[in-house]
């Protein structure tokens, strides 16, 4: 997980008081469980993929129809993006760690369609 930090450097002196009250920012990522990959493509597909997770669980929580309709087409989207990774040579690694990401993914998806029907 990478995080980053912006800090403000001053070359003059800082009187103790506005020492005290200065504040130091801290600007993270989004948390993902995303295993990192050698290949480009399947992190940009992976970020993608949360996303579209992020919005199914958003549209189970609120139960609205016309977010998953929405949705219908992202998926459609990125079931052409997977299939276009099949064709970029996946080193072996790759290939298990996509697998066994979606494999979880899948699962989870199946659950927030559970609590759909609920």
Known sequence: M???????????????????TEKTEVTQEPKSDAPSFE??????????????????????????MTKFQALATKGQELAKKAQELT????????????NDYMQG???????????MMQ
């Open 87 to 98: 064709t970029e040579g996946l080193s072996e690694a790759d290939t298990k760690k996509l």
């Open 105 to 115: 993914k899948a699962k989870e998806l199946q659950e927030l369609a559970k609590k």
């Open 39 to 64: 290949n480009e493509k399947v992190g940009e597909y992976i970020k993608s993929y949360d996303s579209y997770v992020e919005d199914y669980k958003n549209a189970v929580g609120s139960k609205d």
């Open 2 to 20: 990478a995080t980053l930090a912006f800090v403000s450097c001053r070359k003059e002196a800082v009187p103790a008081e506005e020492a005290q």
